[in-house]
């Protein structure tokens, strides 16, 4: 049984370049969370998708950030231009939202490192 | 508005003797309540839920916690600690809306295993 894959698990690049991560749900949820993770902040949610629609994006940091879910199974959260401050652990997370309250699978997250 | 505070960053146990990790929170609405693990390099795991069932709930790897309505608690414990237990974990308290589920983390307590 397949979790929620996230790919690159590291990326290093350097400031200014444009960083791409990218999401695969569990096959049959339909919400779809990107989370960011640092010491100083904790875990905070940047945006979620409810059935391939954008439903809050008052997490995203700043409009360098952009995320999209062209498809039930594909999401990509991209930072263009990347800076230094965006130097975290990014998670994402899905659930079926059917029932009550139903828990968030996470993939294992991207390192992102800007220098 | 809901909140969570984990009244502690950092537990250490000796392998063999109780945890008891301790959470509270607060909620205007009835809300579900989850603890999460997160091991190093890894993304949040489900450990339990509770969702106004029963007020004793079971997860995996012989956690429980118990929901107190009074005390707006919901305390994560463990009769015996063991080695692979050392990790970070997460008290969230979701609230049902209409755009969606709405998690609200706590700022994780680290637990150390001493051998």
């Known amino acids: 049984d397949a979790g929620v894959i996230q790919s690159p698990r590291h990326e290093v690049t350097e400031m200014g370049q444009e960083v791409t991560l990218r999401c695969k749900p569990i096959?049959?949820?339909?919400?779809l969370f990107w989370y960011r993770q640092t010491m100083m902040r904790g875990l905070e949610l940047l945006i979620y998708?409810?059935?391939?629609?954008?439903?809050?994006d008052s997490g995203m940091p700043e409009d360098r950030f952009s995320a999209k879910m062209p498809n039930a199974s594909f999401s990509t959260l991209k930072i263009q231009p990347s800076e230094p401050r965006d130097s975290a652990v990014y998670f994402c997370?899905?659930?079926?939202?059917?029932?009550?309250?139903?828990?968030?699978?996470f993939g294992d997250g991207t390192r992102l490192s800007i220098l | 508005a809901q909140s969570v505070t984990q009244l502690d960053s950092h537990v250490s146990v000796s392998e063999g003797t109780p945890v008891l990790l301790r959470c509270n929170y607060s909620?205007?609405?009835?809300?579900?309540l989850f603890w999460y693990v997160q091991h190093p390099n890894k993304g949040l795991q489900l450990l339990l839920k509770?969702?106004?069932?029963?007020?004793l709930v079971k997860g995996i790897n012989g956690f429980e916690a118990e929901f107190k309505k009074s005390e707006t608690s919901f305390h994560l414990t463990k009769p015996s600690a063991h080695m692979s237990d050392a990790a970070e974990y997460f008290c969230?308290?979701?609230?049902?809306?209409?755009?969606?589920?709405?998690?609200?983390f706590g700022t994780g307590t680290r637990l150390a295993v001493r051998p």
């Open positions: 998708f409810n059935n391939n629609v954008p439903i809050d």
């Open positions: 096959s049959g949820h339909n919400s």
């Open positions: 909620s205007s609405y009835s809300p579900s």
């Open positions: 969230v308290v979701s609230e049902k809306k209409s755009s969606g589920d709405k998690l609200t």
């Open positions: 997370a899905s659930s079926y939202r059917g029932g009550s309250n139903q828990p968030q699978h």
């Open positions: 509770y969702t106004s069932a029963a007020t």
